[in-house]
Nanobody, 115 residues
């Protein structure tokens, strides 16, 4: 079993920045894809950004140019640096890690953008 734990959420003012961290641990064979998703109240969960073990990235159009995903393969960790935050970015952010064809999810961390 693989455990995924996020950290770094909180309250930030519009225009501010925040960095989320996520680490996978447990019975890991080889983590390939890792990513961040988010779910705002009353909305479906959506992909924010993904990154492969080789470093290829993809982003939702709504966050391009503002968010940056990165990872440390040696630590089985992924990060999301969020700049220029907007109230619409308010959501629970979930980390995912795929190992041997199975996707594991964290419990989420709340990001609130408000003045």
């Amino acid at each position: 079993q693989v455990q995924v734990v996020e950290s770094g959420g909180g309250l930030v003012q519009p225009g501010g920045s925040l960095r989320l961290s996520c680490a996978a641990s447990g019975s890991i064979f080889r983590i390939d894809g890792m990513g961040w998703h988010r779910q705002a109240r009353g909305k479906q969960r959506e992909l924010v950004a993904g990154i492969t073990s080789g470093g290829n990235t993809n982003y939702a159009d709504s966050v391009k140019g503002r968010f940056t995903i990165s990872r440390d393969n040696a630590k089985n960790s992924v990060y999301l640096t969020m700049n220029g935050l907007k109230p619409d970015d308010t959501a629970v952010y979930y980390c995912s890690a795929r190992d041997s064809g199975v996707t594991y999810w964290g419990k989420g961390t709340l990001v609130t953008v408000s003045s």
